[in-house]
């Protein structure tokens, strides 16, 4: 079956130090990733995606297709990164879009 | 930038009442259209695909007569939680694709339904 996975529920960090929000994947055949971002009150919003391989508000995400995995991550925390981060998959432009449980970041002062 | 819009933000009804949920696409057509549930600090759930003109598909383990999807035009796509229960009470989100063939979806603001 198709799923995305996202091990941690929380991840608590002080401002400054590095993040890494871990996403694994199981999917057949090689499906786009993304990672989405909800932030306190607001709505759902595209964070980045690996087939753009951009780097959006200093966060990247490399795609290990060895490990599955296409972690988020940010040398140094600012507290306006506290959000909750949802990874995502599709295998294909016109399929559903597959969301992980998601984790929220708290980034303290 | 493509923006979709949800209403209302925000409503209660009584146990056994249907009430009806609007997403609209303000400045872009949508050919396809989701709908999502979410639960407090949980991940959002696919309830349905919305293809305008068509018949909604439904996830396994959604009721296609509990939840009626209708997608009357290109910007317009609405929810109807029909005979609702205390256990339908959640935060109902959609989104729309930019286009056929793309991967871009973009998210409404949600509506949180509280049945009472």
């Known amino acids: 079956a198709q799923r995305v996975t996202q091990p941690e529920k929380l991840l608590s960090v002080f401002k400054g130090a590095p993040v890494e929000l871990k996403c694994n994947y199981s999917?057949?055949?090689?499906?786009?990733l993304f990672w989405y971002v909800q932030y306190s009150r607001q709505r759902l919003q595209l964070l980045l995606r690996?087939?753009s391989r951009e780097s959006i508000k200093g966060f990247t995400a490399d795609l290990n297709k060895g490990e599955t995995s296409f972690h988020l991550k940010k040398p140094f925390a600012q507290e306006e990164d506290s959000a909750m981060y949802y990874c995502?998959?599709?295998?294909?432009?016109?399929?559903?879009?597959?969301f992980g449980k998601g984790i929220t970041l708290s980034v303290r002062p | 930038g493509a923006v979709v819009s949800q209403h209302p933000s925000r409503v209660i009804c009584k146990s056994g009442t249907s009430v009806k949920i609007e997403c609209r696409s303000l400045?872009?057509?949508?050919?396809?259209m989701f709908w999502y549930r979410q639960f407090p600090k949980q991940s959002l759930m696919l309830m349905a695909t919305?293809?305008?003109?068509?018949?909604?598909?439904?996830e396994q383990g959604v009721e296609k007569d509990k939840f009626l999807i209708n997608h009357a035009s290109l910007t317009l796509s609405t929810l109807t939680v029909t005979s609702a229960h205390p256990e339908d009470s959640s935060f109902y989100i959609c989104?729309?694709?930019?286009?056929?063939?793309?991967?871009?979806?973009?998210f409404g603001p949600g509506t949180r339904l509280t049945v009472t």
């Open positions: 690996h087939i």
């Open positions: 400045d872009f057509q949508a050919t396809t």
């Open positions: 999917y057949s055949g090689s499906p786009e």
């Open positions: 989104s729309a694709r930019l286009r056929t063939g793309s991967y871009e979806q973009y």
């Open positions: 995502a998959a599709q295998t294909g432009a016109n399929s559903k879009l597959t």
């Open positions: 919305s293809n305008e003109g068509s018949k909604a598909t439904y």
